[in-house]
């Protein structure tokens, strides 16, 4: 296991910097790795440098760090998920909290709300709503038995269905073309309006998440037995289920409202994950969101590289890539939820 999260590691850096070394602007390597040894160092540089040092400290370095940052939230909420609700479909969106964050961010993007906060109003409208979110989806599924899985997907499904109606609406209502084009981008998924100031929180969030997962990791174990053998092992089933909620919501939330609504990393990797480490929650937990930092940092490359000088959606490359991988995945032979 160590070999693998240290090899993962390196790979991760240096996709960390091939993603700052890439984009539409050319930079010349030697240059990138100047600016960045320069940039770590506190060194000097020549007014001439100037320009090429904002891109790659500015805008592609906090957006490459804020990639790394969501794929790994994504990827180890998908887990968490996973084993919360006992489906193998499930992913850190079924809750219905990107829908919900979605609301908020459309309501900046399309209506001018919270023009007070100036650049944070994007993130504070969509993390404010992905948290109303999922204060609503946790009433609504709570029952005196407790958060049971097929009332968490069945609530989550529903209550996204309603937010993201209330989101067409809105689109449909804009009369600016620009805006509606940017909410299409927002729901699709887009890294393009990273800052260093997006990334602390989401960063924080994604850090803290983990680390209370990896503390739980047998209690994921257990859960994903079923609720019986839970209650067996002296672990209670619907409390850990709620606190798993929280937890991911939370995650979810930060990441979402920093990146838009990027599908499939929280399905696919986890499933990835376990056909190379097997169902033990604490390897998982330990690779599953070093194999989404990897993936995300090179598809946001890719968005950008594709169509340069436009750029596309994030969530449409990660659709394109996730599709034919999950459908090999589920012909592979003898692989299950949970096993090999």
Known sequence: MVPLTAVLGGVLLVSLVCGVGLGASGVPWGDVLHLLRAGLTGGTLSQDEAAAYTIVWQIRLPRTVLAAVVGAGLAVTGVAVQAMVRNALADPFVLGISSGAAVGANAVILLGAFSALGVWALSVS???????????????????????????????????????????????????????????????????????????????????????????????DVLAMGDETAAALGVDAGRLRGELFVVTAAVTGAVVAVSGAIGFVGLMVPHLVRMVVGADHRRVLAVAPLVGAVLLVWVDVLSRVLLAPAELPVGVITAVVGVPCFLLLMRRRGYAFGGR
């Open 126 to 220: 969509a993390f404010g709503s992905a948290l109303a979110a999922m204060v609503l989806v946790y009433a609504a599924a709570r029952s005196a038995h407790g958060l049971t899985p097929l009332r968490l997907v069945l609530t989550g499904t529903a209550m996204s269905y309603g937010f993201s109606a209330v989101t067409t609406l809105m689109v449909f209502s804009a009369d600016r073309g620009e805006a509606a084009r940017a909410a299409m981008m927002w729901l699709l998924g887009s890294l393009g309006g990273a800052t260093w100031g997006s990334v602390p929180l989401a960063a924080a969030a994604v850090l803290g998440g983990t680390a209370h997962l990896a503390r739980s990791a047998r209690r994921l």
